[in-house]
């Protein structure tokens, strides 16, 4: 956000920059937060108050890079907006990330290796600047490393940045490593209890761990040149790591050794805090502490990449299996397709070689059941009613003039006029044979078609009909129950009868032997 006046804030002072000529000058520096107050309202009272950006350092010591890593532009924003409301509850303010855009799930975030400062750098700096009623328009946080140098020193390739400083306690060491420009490792040390002469062989060690856990994690070979640069507080730790032979090692690095605050001079604000600030590593709790760093959102989209690629394999072997699936069955179907067409014109072929078939009575609903009420009686009877259909259908197709009205098992007859019978006159050649007690006897109900009135052709008809049923299979006899007419004595000499007299319907008492 363009500002004239920018406030950088660190944990160690305040420094207070003009903009001119699209570069940022400083103007004043304070390092004791007594003198914040007194500096700034003389230095308003001189120039006048102009709109002030705030500018939060996350290389800062008094960051955790552990307590809030890896949030969104969103969520830090969401964050240090509620912790200064809480501090400065009357007092608005923006928040904005100079850092560039990093691949995350979430589409144009920014990724911050860092989370909110400690509540005393906020009292402590910020309070004079509300205080003296400075409008803060933007609190914003800088890189680890800027931009520009990060680029001139990798080419836009892989490069490990080292960064070492001398303190009261100690060293301390901080390595980060760009893959692509890209922040993807962090790894902090530091050495309590290491003194001047023994710490190059810690350094050294160091570095072999390193280089050796950067070959398990990219693709780096031992043919492979990586490139490191080493920035060091003084010129006398330069001089002293400088010396350390690192041409045994497994994986070669060239090194290039720089005293950082003669690189800083050379760079813009942004640039220049970031790099001077990256130097200054965070003291752990325990000495010796060392922690591999990874980037968490590097390592969960390595993991996505390789659970999409998993799961791609899948999706393609299972469409694959059920392309071949889909065509082994059009096959099948197909081939059976062709089959039932052979079957098909084979059956014709046989039905056309068939003999003519026999000629079929048709039957009405209340013949159809009588027929399926007999078909019942006749099982009921341990009596097979096909064979019994077959013989009487098979005499039938032999006498076209004889209509079947009807065929009867004898019990459903039991209650039926027995006045027909003992009126009925027999054939003088009919023979009549006593029913077994195993046999059963059906009555068949026929009608003679289109009778005339001439009985005796009709007898004659009857008695070839009955001695036709006498040699079917199964029959053990055939008797008449009733003929089809019913005379006077002068119609019996003539030998013709009314036809209204008669409808020429008869009765056949048949004896089926079961076999």
């Avoid at 230095?43 to 500018?55: C, K, L, M, Y």
């Avoid at 907006?81 to 923006?94: G, S």
């Avoid at 053990?476 to 119609?491: E, G």
């Amino acid at each position: 956000m363009a500002s004239d006046l920018i406030a950088h804030i660190k944990t160690s002072g305040l420094t207070l920059y003009r903009r001119e000529a699209k570069r940022l000058q400083r103007v004043l520096v304070c390092t004791e937060r007594s003198q914040v107050l007194p500096l700034l309202a003389a230095f308003f009272a001189e120039n006048g108050i102009e709109p002030v950006s705030v500018v939060l350092d996350i290389a800062d010591e008094s960051f955790s890079l552990q307590t809030l890593p890896y949030l969104s532009k969103n969520d830090l924003t969401a964050l240090i907006q509620r912790r200064c409301q809480q501090l400065h509850p009357n007092r608005r303010f923006l928040y904005q990330s100079m850092r560039g855009r990093e691949k995350s799930g979430r589409r144009d975030a920014r990724v911050l290796f860092a989370a909110v400062t400690a509540e005393d750098m906020l009292e402590g700096w910020l309070t004079p600047l509300y205080e003296l009623a400075v409008p803060v328009a933007a609190v914003q946080s800088l890189p680890l490393l800027g931009e520009k140098p990060a680029m001139a020193l990798s080419g836009g390739g892989d490069i490990l940045l080292i960064g070492v400083d001398e303190t009261a306690s100690g060293f301390q060491l901080r390595q980060n490593f760009y893959h692509q420009g890209v922040l993807v490792l962090s790894r902090l040390l530091a050495f309590a209890d290491s003194d001047a002469d023994h710490f190059p062989l810690d350094f050294r060690d160091e570095i072999d761990r390193s280089r050796r856990f950067l070959s398990r994690q990219f693709p780096l070979t031992a043919q492979d040149s990586l490139l490191c640069h080493v920035f060091c507080s003084t010129e006398r730790l330069r001089q002293s790591l400088a010396a350390i032979d690192f041409s045994g090692a497994s994986l070669h690095m060239t090194c290039t050794w720089i005293q950082a605050h003669a690189m800083a001079n050379d760079l813009d604000l942004p640039e220049q805090a970031g790099l001077a600030h990256w130097l200054l590593l965070a003291a752990r709790k325990s000495p010796g502490h060392y922690q591999e760093a990874r980037s968490r959102f590097h390592y969960r989209h390595h993991r996505l990449n390789k659970t999409l690629a998993g799961l791609s394999v899948v999706l393609l072997t299972v469409t694959l299996g059920y392309s071949l699936f889909t065509l082994l069955e059009h096959q099948r179907l197909a081939d059976a397709t062709v089959r039932l067409q052979q079957n098909h014109e084979d059956l014709l072929q046989q039905l056309k070689q068939l003999p003519a078939a026999p000629q079929v009575h048709g039957l009405d609903a209340l013949q159809m059941q009588e027929w399926l009420q007999l078909r019942d009686a006749l099982v009921q009877q341990s009596v097979m009613p096909g064979p019994v259909f077959a013989s009487i259908g098979q005499v039938l197709s032999g006498f076209p003039l004889i209509k079947l009205a009807g065929l009867e098992w004898a019990s459903a007859t039991a209650n039926r006029d027995e006045s027909d019978n003992a009126t009925a006159p027999e054939p003088a050649n009919e023979t009549t044979e006593t029913p077994n007690a195993g046999d059963v006897r059906l009555l068949l109900h026929g009608r003679i078609v289109a009778f005339d009135g001439n009985y005796r052709a009709a007898l004659a008809l009857i008695e070839r009909f009955s001695e036709q049923l006498r040699h079917a299979p199964g029959v053990a006899a055939v008797t008449a129950q009733k003929l089809p007419v019913d005379l006077a004595a002068h119609q019996a000499i003539t030998g013709t009868a009314d036809s209204k007299a008669s409808s020429g319907e008869f009765v056949l008492n048949i004896i089926w032997r079961r076999s």
